[in-house]
């Protein structure tokens, strides 16, 4: 019933969604987003348990991936996303700089961060991985570009970006998973990430996969195109 009832909907472009959701899915924004862009290559920082809305919007066959993970715990996850893919992957905390970081592990890797959780999760230890800069990591995996860049590194954002300056000139879109409240002890938040943003050239094109903590918005994955874009208008 549930499926018939999505099928007529979408018929007339309507979907059934939670009262409380703020905003349309991550696979609806991200199928619209490619409707707009010509890139070779996809990144995917953060990939934890994987990204399968960003796969399917722009699926392994048509485009080169690279995924990038920095907890030692999802391991066993990316290399068999990798396989799957016929993808590069790297074990690496994306930062600022070369080197090493201590990195907050949890139960739930998801949260696994360089910074200090404040939502009362159990963090399991810490370990240390190592540090590569992006534009390093393209360069040595040799990707082809223009490309599209997922960030999704529980408040790490702007270290990503950082190290990132001459891959952001060959990106045609970026998606980042941001805080709107405040989430780690010295993390990121959105005005962050838009200001860090600007000053590469891009903006905020759409908000998508929001979710709320006491009926407030609390984060969300914000996608950012070239403020130069012409599909912008």
Do not use: W
């Amino acid at each position: 019933m549930k499926k018939l009832t999505k099928k007529l909907l979408a018929i007339f472009d309507l979907k059934i969604q939670r009262i409380d959701t703020p905003m349309r899915s991550l696979e609806g924004g991200l199928e619209r987003l490619a409707k707009y862009l010509n890139v070779r290559s996809i990144i995917d920082i953060g990939v934890a348990n994987g990204t399968p809305e960003l796969y399917r919007a722009f699926p392994s066959d048509k485009y080169r991936y690279l995924l990038v993970e920095a907890d030692p715990a999802n391991r066993n996850v990316v290399e068999s996303l990798a396989r799957t893919m016929h993808a590069d992957f790297e074990m690496a905390f994306c930062g600022a700089g070369e080197g090493s970081i201590r990195l907050n592990t949890h139960a739930n890797s998801e949260y696994s961060s360089a910074f200090t959780l404040l939502a009362p999760h159990r963090q399991t230890g810490i370990v240390k991985v190592p540090v590569k800069t992006l534009d390093r990591l393209v360069l040595e995996k040799d990707l082809e570009k223009p490309y599209i860049i997922k960030i999704d590194v529980e408040g790490a954002e702007l270290e990503v970006i950082k190290g990132a300056a001459q891959t952001l000139r060959h990106a045609e879109a970026v998606i980042i998973e941001t805080s709107i409240a405040r989430k780690y002890d010295s993390g990121a938040e959105f005005g962050d990430v838009v200001y860090a943003m600007r000053e590469h050239g891009f903006s905020v094109f759409d908000m998508l996969a929001g979710a709320n903590r006491n009926n407030k918005l609390y984060q969300c994955d914000v996608v950012f195109v070239r403020t130069d874009a012409e599909f912008r208008a």
